[in-house]
């Protein structure tokens, strides 16, 4: 049974930073690319980023690159989502997902495992 568990959310200040971590299980964790998408109140799920299997390729949604960076550890099944310069919009439950070799990366179709999500909130 695959687990995709989120972990590191809270209340930040705008201008501060968070460290979101998704620990994977239940799967050959190498073998699959990871993302990071988000969902603010009242809006739709959104893309936020990801990252290929072995770590080289990363993709990032326009409003968070060059703030957000997102990298992975094989050996301990690992990805994380480190946030700076955090914006009241980037308010959201944010959830870790984990996808085999479909094409795409910014799609939630393409992702086959999704975990339950971390509220994070930043105060103006």
């Known amino acids: 049974q695959v687990q995709v568990v989120e972990s590191g959310g809270g209340l930040v200040q705008t201008g501060g930073s968070l460290r979101l971590s998704c620990a994977v299980s239940?799967?050959?964790?190498?073998?699959?690319?990871m993302g990071w998408f988000r969902q603010a109140p009242g809006k739709a799920r959104e893309f936020v980023a990801a990252?290929?299997?072995?770590?080289?390729?990363?993709y990032y949604a326009d409003s968070v690159r060059g703030r957000f960076t997102i990298d992975r550890d094989n050996y301990k099944n690992m990805v994380w989502l480190q946030m700076n310069s955090l914006k009241p919009e980037d308010t959201a439950v944010y959830y870790c997902?984990?996808?085999?070799?479909?094409?795409?990366?910014?799609?939630?179709?393409?992702?086959?495992?999704w975990g339950q999500g971390t509220q994070v909130t930043v105060s103006s």
């Open positions: 997902a984990s996808k085999r070799n479909t094409p795409g990366w910014r799609e939630e179709v393409v992702y086959n495992y």
């Open positions: 239940g799967h050959t964790f190498s073998n699959y690319g």
């Open positions: 990252i290929n299997w072995s770590g080289d390729s990363t």
